[in-house]
């Protein structure tokens, strides 16, 4: 029997069998509150289903949440061609923190998309994680709003964005232009993920010396390690895993988050989490 395990994201969706077998697809969200949304949620998991048949499939899911969700796992259930109950949906960070850490002792920040502390460290603890609209600080589309909002103030007050040309150049440049219009058009009617791989250009800026660019990347570190920081004065003493898509966008965001977080072991794996997802689903089923 093949198991499928499933990391999706806002900005990808990358999965693995018990076999060995991988892929990729676009990203999605467990928030499927409405037909766009639970189109791309389908639209991710279509491509699995060639790979299969499946005798079980564990998914980690942005969006999703702690408590199962019948109605999810039926729509996962139907578009891979499975019964509901030989699905299970847990929260990505959920399965990132298995993946991380198996046996258990630790924390972990994760930053991507969006950003959030999590542990299961002597019960559930979350911290940040609130979506674009209210924080996700450090994520990639957190550094991308902020850049938008600097350069359109800049914009504001001089009509051109002095001393952020370079930044502006590489941001302008990913959306399609500098007018306010294609500006409103991209966040506007787009969705998180298009808004976070705006922080790939950001990111480009600051390797190329752009001074607010290279603020952004330490500031994003420092959000981090607030992060970090609020984990182990709830959660305990124990070392912190940080991952994440953000992190290796600009050395300065690992710097900064070093610096703030005096007294609390960093550490930087690079989990498997589909395959993590592939294991824990295979032994679901036993």
């Known amino acids: 029997m093949r198991f499928l395990g499933v990391d999706m994201g806002g900005t990808g969706t990358r999965w693995a069998t018990s076999d060995g077998s991988r892929g990729e697809s676009a990203g999605a969200t467990g928030l499927v509150f409405d037909a766009a949304a639970r189109s791309a949620f389908e639209a991710a998991l279509a491509p699995m289903r060639a790979d299969g048949p499946f005798a079980g499939a564990y998914l980690g899911v942005t969006g999703a949440g702690f408590e199962d969700d019948p109605t999810l796992r039926t729509l996962a259930g139907a ?4 019964p509901a109950e030989s699905v299970t949906i847990v929260n990505d960070m959920v399965l990132a923190w298995q993946a991380v850490w198996p046996e258990g002792g630790g924390h972990l920040v994760a930053a991507g998309t ?4 999590f542990s299961m460290e002597g019960g559930v603890t979350l911290v940040g994680g609130r979506g674009t609209l209210i ?3 450090g994520s990639g589309a957190w550094i991308a709003l902020r850049a938008l909002d600097a350069l359109w103030r800049l914009i504001d007050d001089d009509s051109a964005p002095k001393g952020a040309e370079i930044l502006a150049d590489a941001v302008f440049g990913a959306i399609g232009g500098s007018d ?12 998180r993920g298009a808004i976070g791989r705006l922080a790939r250009p950001v990111a480009e800026a600051a390797h190329l010396g752009d001074p607010l660019a290279l603020e952004l990347m330490a500031r994003a570190g420092g959000e981090l390690a607030r992060l970090a920081r609020a984990l182990v004065a709830r959660a305990g003493e124990a070392p912190v ?17 070093e610096a703030g977080t005096p007294g609390i072991a960093l550490t930087f794996p ?5 395959a993590t997802a592939a294991r824990l689903a295979k032994e679901l089923a036993r």
């Open 114 to 117: 969006g950003s959030v502390g």
């Open 135 to 137: 924080d996700d600080g």
């Open 270 to 274: 690079t989990p498997d989490a589909p």
């Open 241 to 257: 895993a940080v991952i994440g898509g953000v992190l290796p966008l600009h050395p300065e965001i690992r710097t900064a988050m």
């Open 180 to 191: 306010w219009e294609a500006t409103r058009r991209h966040v506007y009617g787009g969705d």
């Open 79 to 82: 578009v891979l061609g499975l």
